[in-house]
């Protein structure tokens, strides 16, 4: 199987060409300098020349903060990036995968969010990404991936921020009221090639299992780095940001299971393998 995987540079666009070329797939990894996705011609090009059997779209613009300030950049990565991909798989009747986000969800609540809950988005990015899961469900053949919480090899995530802070400081505070489930890239990519190695398309969310605030996260990044910080837990409007947070990033997969998928490992275990790969 040959598959276009865009967003090569970020953490999932990076594992999962790893995971498909392991399998014995051609995996063609583009960035913006292979392919700007705001540049309709460009896009167009590209994959046509590439002629793949599916398309995984990881690239998007995911600087949640600084998206509040360039909303129309945000826009044409996310919206319009997105349906320039959308009209070149429709017309080569190639199915597409588009990575999404609990940011398209409120945040409130308790309850998982599932697939097919209503969507209203609390930022301008998870809007942007909101509006590009519209552009993909006007496609027959399609897969929708939410996502939260992603730390892999490749880029920036919460665990580096917390060691590299944990070398220059003795003690910490991190949110506590925020709840979700740190997903390690190089799983979810193991997920997302047994996913398009089918036709079981739709709405699906994926993250590892076991849920813990970012304050319980930092905890045991400490504990399994064998570092001696004292981190203390602060509530959301403690720590204000820009862009609104969810507090609910609780994710229903039980879709997952349903449609035969294998559910990714537990956090602590998937954090234990990540700090042995990278550290």
Not at 20 to 29: F, N, P, S, V, Y
Not at 116 to 131: F, M, S
Not at 156 to 175: A, P, Q, Y
Not at 221 to 246: E, N, T, W
Request: net charge negative; aromatic share 8%; with cysteine.
């Amino acid at each position: 199987m040959k598959v276009l995987v865009t967003g090569v540079k970020g953490q999932l666009g990076h594992d999962m060409v790893h995971e498909l070329e392991k399998r014995g797939h051609t995996a063609i990894g583009t960035d913006i300098e292979e392919m700007d996705i705001t540049d309709g011609e460009a896009v167009t090009r590209v994959i046509t020349s590439a002629a793949p059997d599916v398309v995984v779209h990881c690239a998007a613009y995911t600087a949640v903060d600084a998206a509040e300030d360039n909303e129309e950049l945000c826009r044409r990565v996310n919206a319009l990036g997105t349906e320039n991909i959308v009209k070149v798989c429709k017309a080569l009747d190639c199915p597409l995968m588009y990575i999404s986000t609990d940011y398209v969800f409120n945040g409130q609540g308790v309850r998982p969010w599932e697939p097919d809950d209503d969507r209203e988005p609390l930022n301008v990015y998870g809007q942007t990404k909101y509006e590009g899961e519209l552009a993909v469900e006007t496609l027959d053949k399609y897969f929708i991936v939410r996502i939260a919480w992603v730390f892999g090899l490749s880029g920036k995530n919460f665990i580096k921020t917390m060691l590299n802070l944990g070398k220059t400081r003795d003690s910490l505070t991190v949110v506590n009221d925020q709840i979700g489930s740190p997903t390690y890239t190089f799983d979810l990519a193991r997920l997302l090639t047994d996913m398009i190695e089918t036709d079981k398309y739709g709405r699906y969310h994926a993250t590892n299992e076991g849920l813990c605030s970012w304050y319980e996260f930092a905890c045991e990044i400490f504990r399994q780095a064998g570092l001696s910080v004292k981190v203390s837990p602060v509530s959301s409007d403690q720590y204000p940001a820009k862009a609104k947070r969810p507090m609910n990033s609780r994710m229903d997969k039980s879709k997952l299971k349903a449609m035969g998928f294998e559910p990714l490992p537990p956090w602590q275990d998937a954090l234990g393998r990540y700090l042995k790969e990278s550290f």
